[in-house]
């Protein structure tokens, strides 16, 4: 079964810290991953979409990195503002079409002033 | 501006009930999803559109159906609504754009409580 495990699941950090979030997947086939950032009574919003054969892509303050061998990714956030405490959200698609995604459960990031 | 709505925001119904989500898009794209966000659970898709009149099965379908009769909406109802069913909804669409690049966008949810 396809699954997407993200860590930690909360996180709280002091404004302008940076922190990262983690991602392990085991979709197959694998054909993007994506991260999306959730505000609390919103739909999710894309940040960034990497194929396989990318291993990083940034951002503004976000990048995201990719190692398809180990199925793992990692969504950096650099100098942290109030505004990016949201629920992240990584997502895995097993079709070259990009349809068929695979969500993980999120990482809900507070950050403090 | 483009935009894809969903409507109600909110909505309390009664076990039993058949309930009906409203999803609206204005960005002429062919494909249209519906998830359901749990606790505890990641998105799970309901339902699925390529097209007009195109309908498939998600994982978690059961209890739901959708019709697509025009490209702008995919209406999500609820047969007979369960208390299992209280969850948020999310509506999205994405078009057929370059391989495996395809964005979805979502919209802004649909709290729904069944008591």
């Known amino acids: 079964k396809n699954q997407v495990e993200q860590s930690p699941q909360s996180l709280i950090i002091l404004e302008g810290k940076n922190c990262t979030l983690q991602c392990n997947y085991t979709v197959s086939p694998f054909s993007n991953l994506r991260w999306y950032k959730q505000d609390t009574g919103r739909g999710p919003v894309s940040l960034t979409i990497m194929t396989f054969s990318e291993n990083t892509k940034s951002n503004g303050r976000y990048t995201a990195t990719l190692d398809a061998d180990t199925k793992q990714s990692s969504l950096h956030i650099t100098a942290s503002q109030l505004s990016d405490s949201a629920s992240y959200i990584c997502v895995v698609s097993a079709d070259n079409a990009g349809n068929m995604l695979t969500f993980g459960g999120g990482t809900r990031l507070m950050v403090k002033p | 501006d483009a935009e894809i709505t969903q409507s109600p925001r909110h909505k309390i119904t009664e076990t039993g009930r058949q309930v009906t989500l409203a999803c609206h898009q204005t960005?002429?794209?062919?494909?249209m999803f519906w998830y359901r966000q749990d606790l505890g659970h990641g998105l799970r898709l309901i339902h699925y559109?390529?097209?007009?009149?195109?309908?498939n099965k998600g994982e978690v379908s059961d209890g739901y159906s959708v019709s697509r009769s025009n490209t702008e909406d995919l209406p999500l109802t609820l047969e007979s609504a369960a208390s299992s069913q209280t969850s948020v909804y999310f509506c999205?669409?994405?078009?057929?754009?370059?391989?495996?690049?395809?964005?979805?966008?979502f919209g802004p949810g649909t709290r729904l409580t069944v008591l």
């Open positions: 559109s390529y097209g007009v009149q195109d309908t």
């Open positions: 960005w002429n794209h062919n494909n």
């Open positions: 999205a669409s994405s078009d057929l754009a370059l391989a495996g690049l395809n964005e979805q966008f």
